[in-house]
Each structure stands twice: as C-alpha cells, then as structure tokens.
Nanobody
Framework: QVRLVESGGGLVQAGGSLRLSCVGA?????MGWFRQAPGKEREFVSS????????YYSEFAKGRFTISRDNAANTMWMQMNSLKPEDTAVYYC????????????????WGQGTQVTVSS
C-alpha cells in the first residue's frame, strides 16, 4: 500500500489539453492510468515501467496521450492532448508489481481519482 496523490483534472473543451500528475510513484512499482465512467468498469489508458523505459497505451490514447515519470521526483504524469467528450471520466493512477499492464485487477494501490470533463 502506497499513498498516491493526484491532480490536474478539470473542465476543458474538445480539442484542449490537460496534464495529470500522480505523486507517490517512487521507483518501486510499474504505474498505470485508468479511467472510469459511472456504471462502467475501470478502463486501461496507459502504463509505464518502473524504469520509465517502456510504455503502453490503449488504442484510444495512442497519438494523443503521453505517460512519463521521474522517479527522483516521486512523480508520474500523463499529458492528454486533443481531448474528446468521450474522454470524460474519473482518472486514477495505480501501482503494479507484476501482472498484465491493462488489467485493473493487477494494480494494488490507487489514487483518489481526478475528474476530467470534456465539453463539446
């Protein structure tokens, strides 16, 4: 169990950008971003290895979102560009020791979530 503190969510018009931050990542875990809309399961967005050298993206995130981390700064980010209304959700960062990067059940700790709302 680790404490993860998220920030950066907000309201933006379609085509705009947001940068989400997750403090508490350190260097001990692989990290991921997931999103969840009401009545829907938590959905994989992106993931990054402990080293920061390997990244993974969902199909909807490719070319629009970029995940990064700085272990010395204890921080992980996701830059989101060209946002669409269907990106509206609560976004969570999580830690993973092993398992499948796109499987929410593989993640062991979660932040509180930050709301992203994209208007058309």
């Amino acid at each position: 169990q680790v404490r993860l503190v998220e920030s950066g969510g907000g309201l933006v018009q379609a085509g705009g950008s947001l940068r989400l931050s997750c403090v508490g990542a350190g260097s001990a875990y692989h990290m991921g971003w997931f999103r969840q809309a009401p009545g829907k399961e938590r959905e994989f967005v992106s993931s990054i290895a402990r080293s920061g050298l390997t990244t993974y993206y969902s199909e909807f995130a490719k070319g629009r979102f970029t995940i990064s981390r700085d272990n010395a700064a204890n921080t992980m980010w996701m830059q989101m560009n060209s946002l669409k209304p269907e990106d509206t959700a609560v976004y969570y960062c999580g830690t993973r020791s092993s398992g499948t990067y796109y499987d929410a059940s593989a993640y062991e700790s979660w932040g509180q979530g930050t709301q992203v709302t994209v208007s058309s």
